[in-house]
């Protein structure tokens, strides 16, 4: 089976040119970064957010923000928890405000300690840039940017941030472009035995401070990483193919079909055998495939009820506060 070249997530933006907005019902995301900024709004369930050396837990009204090239995981506590997702890239604001790229939000938690007025204003945004983005009527991109640019102006008066000087930003982007070879590095022997000295040697850094940048940047072990990789690896080809759990075992770099039994077991309750029959039948009933990719085992919205839905349950929302 080729092997997959993912440095970081691949952001596309397929209505409108920069931007990306979509409902997407969550189970799991492993650390990952990518170039967008992205902002995330919890309307039902609860979260666990890692996030370099944070951990913490994310509750339906809660907005998050991460920034560009932040390596973050989100993990279902409890519900089947539902998000509405902005991701903006760097080049959207490059004529109108090229610092964009430069800036560094300093929490990740928009709404914390603002007044329900507030909250209710940027909620409100949220709204009527989805509902618009959604709707596709004649000139709708032009509403839309203009609601991209209330929505983040909205967020620089309220959410704490600084600019990133040139020293700094060379630090940044050799950061990232480690974090980039890691990723493909890890990706590219997945099936394989892999070991921290190894991955380390292909960065040149030494296996002690490669253990502690590693640990800096994801908030998780070496191993554990790798191990969460692999489970989203068996997820993507039991619900894509016909292949035999043993070979996919195998194909994933377990061991022993114990080891990916006791993955998902951790992840999802259940063994890969039943996950594959209960993806069958949530696939029968909804009449579309849960969707799966390198990062993340999640369901998006594409029907337009289920988003008509969404939107009127986010406008309700917007009145709560």
Same mark, same amino acid.
Do not use: W
């Given at each position: ?10 952001i596309?933006?397929?209505r +409108?040119?920069?931007l ?6 969550? +189970? ?24 370099k ?6 509750? =339906? ?9 932040? =390596? ?8 089947? =928890? ?11 604001f490059k004529?109108?405000?090229p ?15 603002l007044t ?9 945004e949220?709204?009527?840039l989805?509902e ?12 839309v ?8 102006y909205?967020v ?11 020293e700094?930003?060379?630090?940044e982007?050799?950061?990232?472009i480690r974090?980039?070879? +890691? ?5 590219n ?10 991955t ?6 030494s296996?002690?401070?490669f ?29 894509r193919?016909?292949l035999k759990i043993?070979?996919i ?22 063994? =890969?055998k ?21 990062h ?10 289920? +988003? ?7 406008k309700d ?5």
């Open positions: 089976m080729q092997k997959e070249k993912n440095e970081f997530e691949i596309r933006h397929p +409108i040119e920069h990306n907005v979509f409902f997407v019902n969550l +189970i799991k995301r492993t650390t990952h970064l990518h170039g967008d900024l992205e902002l995330c709004y919890i309307m039902r369930g609860k979260l666990r957010i890692r996030i050396t944070r951990d913490f837990t994310a509750c =339906p009204g809660s907005l998050l923000l991460f920034n560009f090239s932040e =390596p973050h995981s989100l993990n279902r506590i409890e519900g089947s =928890p539902v998000l509405l997702t902005i991701q903006i890239s760097k080049s959207f004529e109108s405000f610092d964009f790229e430069n800036i560094l939000f300093l929490t990740n938690e928009v709404l914390n300690g329900p007025e507030a909250r209710s204003e940027i909620v409100a949220l709204y009527d989805t618009n983005y959604f709707g596709s009527r004649f000139g709708f991109e032009l509403k940017l203009s609601k991209v640019y209330s929505l983040v909205a620089f008066q309220t959410t704490p941030y600084k600019l990133i000087d040139k700094d930003l060379l630090k982007k050799e950061r990232q974090l980039a070879v +890691i990723s493909e590095y890890i990706r022997h997945l099936g394989e035995k892999i070991t921290l000295q190894e380390a040697a292909s960065v040149g850094l296996s002690n401070y253990s502690h940048f590693f640990r800096d940047n994801f908030n998780i072990t070496f191993q554990e990483y790798i191990s969460d990789l692999r489970f989203e690896k068996a997820v993507k080809l039991i619900s193919t016909n043993l070979d075992s195998l194909e994933c770099g377990f061991s022993d079909t114990k080891y990916m039994n006791q993955a998902f077991r951790r992840n999802c309750g259940q063994l =890969p039943e996950y594959r029959r209960n993806l069958k039948e949530k696939s029968d009933e909804r009449g579309t495939e849960e969707r799966v990719n390198g993340t085992t999640q369901y998006i919205y594409r029907k337009s009820d289920e +988003i008509s839905g969404l939107i009127k349950r986010l929302l917007a009145k709560l506060f």
